[in-house]
Structure formats: C-alpha cells, structure tokens
C-alpha cells in the first residue's frame, strides 16, 4: 500500500496525492467491517461500533491501518491541523497508538472526522465521505423522526429525554466521531448544530449500552412547550481519541417550506483544538427522512373500522379473512368515520445490511366530535394507535380547527407515476393551510395535486376518486364515479325489460328519527325524476373536470379510467351527495376490494348492480396479476350511506415494512 | 306556536332567530288561501295523523341527527325526500302557522338549515298547495338567501307565467341569487326566455350564475325525465338557452368554465351549430370555440 508522507495541505485531502487518496480509500475499505466481524472482534475501533448490529462501522483491522499515517483525513473531508495552520509538521497518528500529546506534549496532528451514512446504503464506509457535509436529494444522511413508543410508556420516543428499548436505538441513525489516535487529553471537540436544527432534533452519545443526550432539544416538550435546547456539546480528548457514537433522531419531520421554517436538516460541525489551537474540523449534513402518504396500492396488512355496525364488519371479515390481512375494530370513540379522523402514512431511513429501518406514522386530524380533549383523534390515537414501530403526530396548528375538508378522506395519493415514483398527494378543496405546507415539506410525494370539491356536502376527494392495482405499463387504474355511467346503466335496464325492478329494497331512508321510510325505487321511477337527473347531471359537470385534472396530470389513457355508476343528490345550498351508495369509495388491500352493496334490481337471484360492478372490476387486466381484482360488497346503508359516507370512509388501512416497493432513498426524497 | 315564531324569524326578518311576527306571512298570503289551507290541514290531521308524526319526527337539523354524520352539519333533505307527497301539508302548516313542539329550541344554525330543508323540499313535491307559502316567502322581507333561495326554487319547479314573472322581478336586485336560482327550475320556454335574456346582458359572477341556472333549466337528463309529451318544449327551452350561452361564451373572459358547463349540460344541438358559427366569424376564437363544440357533441 502507499504510504503517504507528511503531507502539507491547505485543503485536507484534496491536496494528497492521487496514489495518497487511493490508498485512504483503501484504508477505509479494509477498515470497514461486516456485523459479523463487529459482533466477534474486539479491534481496535477507529469508529465506536454501535453494539446493536449497525453495519459499517469503521473498525482498523490488523494490517490495515497501520498503513496510513499522517495527514490523511479519514473522514475524507475535514480538514486538518496540519492543513488548516500548516504550523507544524507533527503528526497525529491515525494509526499506532502515539499520543501525541503524551511523552512530547506536541500539537497532536491528525484527521478530524465525522461518518455517517451519506450514500443511504445502510453501510458508513469510504463511499460514504465525499459530498457528506452537503445534503441533496441524491446523497446525504438520513434520520428519522422518532416518534414511536418503543417503550410503550405512552410517550413517543422524540418526547422524552431517554433511549430506552433496543428498537428505539435502532430508530436512531447514526453518525460516528473518528477517533484521533494520538489525541490528548487536552485536546477538546466541540460539536455544534444550529439552533433551528437544535429545537428538532436530539442527538445522544452512546457510552456503552447508554445514552446521553448531547445535542438538540432537553426535557418533555412537545408542539406547544418548547424544549431547552442546546447547540454545542464538548467531546474530551479521551473520547476522541477512542471515538464517539451519537445517534441522532427528529422530534418533528419537516413542515413547511417557508423561508424561515426548519428545513429538516441538521449541519453538525466538529472542532477539534489542542491547548487552544485548533486541529481542524469537519461536518457532516443529514435531512429528517419525510413522512409518506400510504395509498391503495401500498402493501396494506392492517385494516380499522368502528365496530358498531355489525353487518358493515361482517361484510369486511369475510374479505380480510380471504386475503389474510388484519382486522382489528374498535369501539369505545365516537367517530365511526376511521378515514377520516386519522390519515396512515409512514416514514424510513436505510437500516444496516440494506434494511428498512422505519414506522407507521398516523397523522390525526384536527378535530373530534366532541368538546373535550379526549375527542381528538390525537387523544385516541395516542391511546389505541401509538406503541412500536407506530407513530403518531399532528401536523395543524391549534387543535379543534378546520372542517370537513381536512378530514382524510379529502387527501389521498395518486399511485405512483411519472416522476412520482411514491405517488402524489391528491386534495379535494379547503384543508388547513398547515396541513398543504406539511404535505409539500415532504417532497417525495409533490406538492399536493387539487381538484375542486366544494360542490360536494362533505367535500372529500374519496367520494369523486379511487385507484386499483392493474397489470398496465402504468401499474394502477382510475375508478371514477360518474352518473354517465348510471345513467346508461338504469337505461340499459329499462331495455332490457327490467323498468319496474327495484332498487333499495328492504332498505330505509334514513336511520336517525323513529320512523324508517320505504326507500325502494323503480328503474323507470329513478329515470323520471327531473330534479334527480338534473342534479346527476350537473354532478356529471362537476366531475368531469376533475377526471380531465387526473387523466391530463398522470397521462391515462382512456382505457385508464374506470366510470362506477352514481348519481348524486342536492340539499339545497349545501351542496351533493351520493344518492345510491358510492360504490368508488371503496376499501383496497391488494387485489381485493370491497364495496358498498349497491342494492340493485334483484332478478332471478342476482343483484344486477353487483353482476355491473363485478364485470367493470372483476376482469383482466385488474389486479396485480391481470387476473381482476377480488370483489366483495359489505352492507354499508344504514351504517355510513345513510350518514353520507361509504366503504372507504368507514374504514382504513395501513402496511408494514417495507412500507414501499421502492425504498424511499432510492429516490428523490 | 312557538317555532313559527322562530322560523319565521329566518325566513323574513333579519337578525336572531326567534325575532319575526307570524303576520309577515300572513300579510303576504291572501286570507282566502290561508283559510283553505288550515282547512285542509285539519282534515289531514284528522284522517293521517302519521303524517304530521313523521314529519316531527325527522332529526337531521339535531345535533343528535347529524353530529355523527360524515360532515357534522344540519341537513333535513333526505329525511323530508323520503316523506313524500304526503308531507306536504304538514310542512306548511309548520311552515306557515304551527310547528312541532319539539322543534321548539333549535340553535340559529340548525334552524336555518331546518327551514331551508322545509322549503326547498316543499317546492320539490310541485305540489300547487305549496305555491302560496312559497310566494309569500319570496315576497317576505329576505332575511335568509338560503329561504329566499329554496323559495324561489319552489316557484321555479311550478313555472307559471305569474312565477316566472315574480322571479324576474328579482334579477338585478338583492335578491339576483334567490331569483337565479328559482329560474335554473323553471322549464317553461317563457322561463327560458326570461333567463337568455338576463344573461345576454351579464358579466363576471352575475354571468356565472346565470349560466349555471341556463344549464339546469336546459338540463337535457331532466327533459328527458319529463318525458315525450315535453319533448317539444325541450327542444325549444335547450335551443333558447343554448344559443344565449354561446353568445355569452364568445364575449366572456375567466367565466367561459362555467358557461362551458352550462351548455354541456343543454347538450343541445344547436349549441354546436352557434359555436361553429362563432369560430368561422371570430377567427381569435376558433380553436377554443371547436374544442367546446368537438366536447358539447359528444353530450347527450
């Protein structure tokens, strides 16, 4: 191997020789070991080893380190005392265990270093040193928001002080703090972050199996009480010189793009100076991983209803238990609209070994029905939802605000698509502006698509839109409802001799006084209501250029599109609503969804609405396969059609890791 | 007694709920029809006590009605819909001279919302008992555009000469929406005249929500569901209105969307006619004016 001299340099590494770089490098590689040999080697450690099985941490391995001396910088990026002073040509050994500051008292000269994962690989290694002190959307660090309970004390993990479970050390990334060899026990390094950064994060310094809180945000503080915060931290010359693991977490994602909001990243800085002379200094860059919208094609294994509609539950279990996906109902809150009151996403950052290391993150809506604290989704959330690996946050600005519109079922995610490759965040009309800014901060899921919903009473995008996996060049359809479709269907019918079936029958029309009015309704009946045509109609208007929106935003082909047949139905000023059940609302898991039960006309034992539905969704090329998606129908009339909601409304859905075909950081986060 | 008092408070008199004197309605309701009315409400009463318990019975404008529903807001549609005809005469009298005594404390919001509902759905049923109550609520001093909207609504769905002259008498006054809104019902040629005419000479919000009224009262799904026997009249009411939105397409700027909207809606032929004509006169025009009529022909 080479062996480089004593190199004077105005700009660490940069200045070495071309022979003098590869042999870093090569120092780095030999230097880098697997978990295995982590977890059975007790070398001599460069880079602290995280203990838990974290891979790449930088370990100087008999016969290699010894290779490189002075004046190589192994961080690969800092600079060093000899470069940045050029005073003295000592040397602080990278390797061989000199303290410089020892027998001779001399200026320890010698690389500063600060490691982390900057090319996302789950791997700290030589790759990762160039370009690490500046994020991009193409390289650089990255970390969560920690904001699970891995403890299941009931606080999440960013709001208290402590690293508790083995999970929550593995929440936290890392970042590692070479160690100077020769350093000295006068020898100090400062780390700093920015105070912006500081209210955002904690950064711990793990000393065997604990951890400290070094960096960033001290005591239990949440949105509304603000944390102490501190920005610099000293590292001893004995920690530097055997070196420092830190693990870093976010107690908030990103969420806003303004000017002067956090913009998610964090600058650490080190400085190392030896009897008040400084030895140089390095800095590592790191972004708090986004949070990400899960969509219907996202790998759902959990589904939430209420469970107070039995027959609404029935219809769900029978589907689930088909795809052997979760169930799990609740039942002591009085919100029944489980779309609504919490929105499922998740969050992730490379894991060691090329792993996912991430969670669930549901974000609460701002309001409950109810006056009391306990009425908020954050309340029951935080009660029924949060624990490990499931996260729980808020992104508005004072509780009890908003309306309809910032319900979540009036945010939903566009499938992916073009540069979208995680999908895009679709908004019907109104939502908190808090809420538009957080989606926006994001970034790997675009600012918001919108589409005007106002014409709608309740106002969501779920009661207009909704997606299906297909085996397309494109991956997924469109399901739109349209009263087009309706109306050809009730015609379709009335042809075919079936004017005076009936629609609704044994259903009521409405579920909340002490009668129950007959809802049945003929074909032909249907067809002659003037004011139901002529609201279908202009529902119809409404739609289509919200369809035109989509198809032009994702370039669908018109085979893309799926039209579900509904007609809509005025109440005066306050806008439309699903007449016959939604039938586009739907729950999708997989290749199965399950819809509303339309109540047709029912001739010589079949639904004739079903037979419609199951032949629009039921066939090729729908569904992963090809093969068409799993139909099933639950009853949802008295439960959620009656309250002017559906299927999806009433339920939700979440996935686990890998969250995602695509690991986030593999693209443009 | 007690909730015609508070009705009627929003239906004519400005201000807190609760505040309006039963002889607003009254006074604009001829004293011959008031008779004739409570007359046939007490025989109703009398022989279909049901149907004044159904309509007392509906809840959607209670915070127990509706706190549940997806968007926690009053609304009594539904519930008055599936009534029927039959609610007819119950909602008039609540309207009019005496409401459930359960209705009695209901907060200003739900009641607005309880009185819209009762209005409008009143008006749905085209039930000629309704006209009077409707007309002495459109002539009422307007306290509530949502009343005075449903109410105009009601006179549009029975589209009289005399109501379609009421309603024009409201086009570019305080009352412009209420009176939008009553002629987007009425489907008479004289109703359709009336509206072309008001969007002939109509800008910017004024011209978008003539439009939207020109493309209800053209709805050609509605026409439709009125059957052969109207198809003439249809043709003629679609024509008229479709020529007029074209008109107003060519000279309109940012309200084009809505007018688009509206002649999607008449899908009339001879929508497309006009708007061919209009490219081949107004070069400028040409390729915006095809791509709406290339769109209108695909309607029907």
């Known amino acids: 191997m080479t062996r480089c001299g004593n190199a004077r340099s105005n700009d660490g590494i940069h200045a070495l020789s071309h022979d003098c770089r590869n042999a870093l490098v090569d120092f780095l590689y030999c230097a880098v070991a697997s978990l295995s040999i982590l977890s059975q080697t007790p070398p001599r450690m460069r880079f602290l080893t995280s203990g838990n099985g974290m891979v790449g941490v930088l370990v100087v391995i008999a016969g290699c380190g010894s290779e490189v001396n002075q004046g190589a910088d192994i961080a690969s990026g800092g600079s060093g005392a000899n470069g940045e002073g050029g005073s003295s040509s000592s040397s602080w050994p990278v390797a061989g265990g000199a303290d410089a500051s020892g027998a001779g008292g001399g200026l320890p000269a010698g690389p500063v270093g600060l490691a982390v994962d900057t090319n996302r690989d789950g791997t700290i290694d030589a790759s990762d040193a160039a370009g690490k002190d500046t994020w991009t959307e193409t390289r650089g660090a990255v970390f969560l928001a920690n904001l699970d309970d891995d403890d299941n004390d009931g606080i999440r993990d960013a709001d208290d002080d402590v690293v508790s479970?083995?999970?929550?050390?593995?929440?936290?990334?890392?970042?590692?703090?070479?160690?100077?060899?020769?350093?000295?026990?006068?020898?100090a390094g400062v780390l700093t972050i920015g105070e912006q950064a500081a209210e955002n994060v904690r950064i711990f310094r793990r000393t065997g199996d604990d951890w400290t809180l070094l960096l960033g945000s001290f005591g239990e503080c949440d949105k509304w009480t603000p944390c102490d915060v501190v920005t610099t931290a000293t590292l001893s010359g004995d920690e530097l010189a055997s070196g420092v693991e830190l693990g870093i977490e976010a107690r908030s994602f990103r969420m806003s793009s303004d000017a002067e909001a956090w913009d998610g990243q964090?600058?650490?800085?080190?400085?190392?100076?030896h009897k008040g002379e400084s030895m140089g200094s390095d800095a590592v860059a790191l972004r708090v991983a986004p949070w990400l919208l899960f969509g219907n094609l996202s790998p759902h294994d959990q589904i939430w209803s209420h469970r107070f509609s039995e027959e609404f539950v029935d219809g769900i279990d029978i589907a689930a238990a088909a795809a052997g996906v979760s169930y799990r109902t609740y039942g002591a809150y009085n919100d029944i609209w489980t779309q609504d009151f919490f929105q499922t996403g998740w969050t992730a950052m490379p894991g060691p070994g090329g792993t996912v290391q991430g969670m669930?993150?549901?974000?609460?809506?701002?309001?409950?029905?109810?006056?009391?604290?306990?009425?908020?989704?954050?309340?029951?959330?935080?009660?029924?939802?949060?624990?490990?690996?499931?996260?729980?946050?808020?992104?508005?600005?004072?509780?009890?605000?908003?309306?309809?519109?910032?319900?979540?079922?009036?945010?939903?995610?566009?499938?992916?698509?073009?540069?979208?490759?995680?999908?895009?965040?679709?908004?019907?009309?109104?939502?908190?502006?808090?809420?538009?800014?957080?989606?926006?901060?994001?970034?790997?899921?675009?600012?918001?698509?919108?589409?005007?919903?106002?014409?709608?009473?309740?106002?969501?995008?779920?009661?207009?839109?909704?997606?299906?996996?297909?085996?397309?060049?494109?991956?997924?359809?469109?399901?739109?409802?349209?009263p087009s479709a309706m109306i050809t269907f009730l015609e379709g019918l009335k042809s075919a001799g079936h004017g005076s079936e009936k629609f609704f029958v044994g259903k009521g029309r409405y579920n909340n006084s002490d009668q129950y009015?007959?809802?049945?309704?003929?074909?032909?009946?249907?067809?002659?209501?003037?004011?139901?045509?002529?609201w279908a109609q202009e529902a119809q208007e409404q739609i289509q250029p919200m369809r035109d929106a989509v198809v032009a935003e994702v370039g669908l082909e018109a085979s893309d599109v799926i039209e579900i047949p509904v007609f809509f139905e005025q109440m005066g000023d306050w806008g439309n609503v699903a007449w016959n059940p939604g039938d586009a609302n739907l729950l999708a898991f997989g290749d199965t969804i399950v819809m509303a039960k339309p109540f047709g006309p029912n001739v010589d034992g079949a639904d004739l609405f079903e037979a419609d539905l199951i032949g629009r969704l039921a066939v090729a090329p729908l569904g992963s396969t090809g093969n068409g998606l799993q139909v099933f129908f639950t009853d949802d009339w008295d439960a959620y059609h009656l309250g002017m909601g559906e299927v999806h409304c009433g339920s939700n859905t979440e996935a686990s890791a890998p969250y995602s075909k695509k690991p986030l950081w593999e693209v443009s986060p | 007694m007690k909730f015609v008092f508070a009705t009627l408070a929003a239906v004519f008199v400005s201000g807190p709920a609760g505040a309006a004197p039963r002889l607003s309605i009254a006074s604009a309701m001829p004293e011959a029809e008031i008779v004739h009315l409570k007359r046939e409400i007490a025989d109703a009463r009398r022989a279909h006590p049901e149907w004044f318990a159904g309509l007392a019975a509906i809840r959607g404008f209670t915070p127990e009605g509706y706190a549940m529903n997806r968007n926690p807001v009053p609304v009594v549609h539904p519930e008055l819909r599936a009534l029927g005809k039959n609610a007819v005469l119950p909602i008039v009298e609540a309207l009019a001279f005496k409401a459930p005594d359960a209705w009695a404390t209901v907060s200003a919001r739900d009641e607005a919302a309880l009185n819209e509902g009762l209005i409008d759905v009143l008006g749905e049923f085209r039930d000629q008992r309704a006209v009077p109550v409707l007309r002495a609520i459109w002539q009422g001093a307007p306290a509530s555009m949502a009343a005075s909207k449903a109410a105009a609504r009601g006179l549009g769905r029975q589209c009289s000469e005399q109501n379609a002259q009421l309603l024009a008498s409201g086009l570019g006054t305080d009352r412009e929406s209420a009176a939008v809104s009553g002629l987007g019902q009425c489907r008479t040629v004289i109703g359709a005249q009336v509206l072309a005419r008001a969007i002939a000479d109509a800008r910017g919000r004024t011209l978008e929500e003539r439009a939207r009224a020109a493309g209800q009262?053209?709805?050609?799904?509605?026409?439709?569901?009125?059957?052969?026997?109207?198809?003439?009249?249809?043709?003629?009411?679609?024509?008229?209105?479709?020529?007029?939105?074209?008109?107003?397409?060519?000279?309109?700027?940012?309200?084009?969307?809505?007018?688009?909207?509206?002649?999607?809606?008449?899908?009339?032929?001879?929508?497309?006619?006009?708007?061919?004509?209009?490219?081949?006169?107004?070069?400028?025009?040409?390729?915006?004016?095809?791509?709406?009529?290339?769109?209108?022909?695909?309607?029907?």
Not at chain 1, 401 to 421: A, I, K, M, Q, V
Not at chain 1, 521 to 528: E, F, H, K
Not at chain 2, 264 to 269: E, K, L, Q
């Open chain 1, 165 to 187: 479970a083995k999970d929550d050390q593995d929440d936290l990334a890392r970042i590692f703090v070479g160690a100077l060899g020769g350093s000295s026990s006068q020898a």
């Open chain 1, 266 to 273: 964090v600058r650490l800085t080190l400085d190392v100076a």
């Open chain 1, 360 to 482: 669930r993150v549901a974000n609460a809506r701002p309001w409950g029905r109810g006056n009391d604290d306990e009425d908020l989704p954050i309340a029951w959330l935080t009660e029924n939802y949060l624990g490990p690996e499931r996260a729980v946050i808020e992104t508005y600005n004072e509780p009890n605000t908003g309306d309809s519109y910032d319900s979540h079922g009036n945010h939903d995610l566009l499938p992916p698509y073009g540069s979208f490759p995680h999908g895009r965040i679709i908004l019907g009309s109104g939502v908190l502006d808090e809420t538009v800014a957080f989606y926006a901060a994001q970034g790997a899921q675009g600012e918001p698509f919108r589409v005007d919903t106002s014409w709608l009473i309740v106002g969501h995008v779920d009661e207009v839109f909704s997606y299906v996996p297909a085996q397309t060049p494109l991956g997924w359809k469109l399901l739109v409802h349209s």
């Open chain 1, 517 to 534: 009015v007959n809802a049945a309704v003929t074909v032909s009946d249907i067809l002659d209501d003037e004011d139901l045509m002529a």
């Open chain 2, 217 to 300: 009262a053209g709805s050609s799904w509605a026409w439709r569901a009125k059957g052969a026997s109207l198809a003439a009249e249809g043709e003629q009411v679609r024509a008229t209105l479709s020529n007029a939105l074209v008109a107003a397409w060519g000279r309109a700027d940012t309200e084009r969307p809505a007018i688009e909207k509206a002649l999607m809606m008449n899908a009339h032929a001879s929508g497309v006619a006009a708007l061919e004509r209009l490219a081949a006169d107004r070069p400028a025009l040409a390729v915006a004016a095809r791509k709406v009529a290339s769109a209108l022909a695909q309607r029907k």
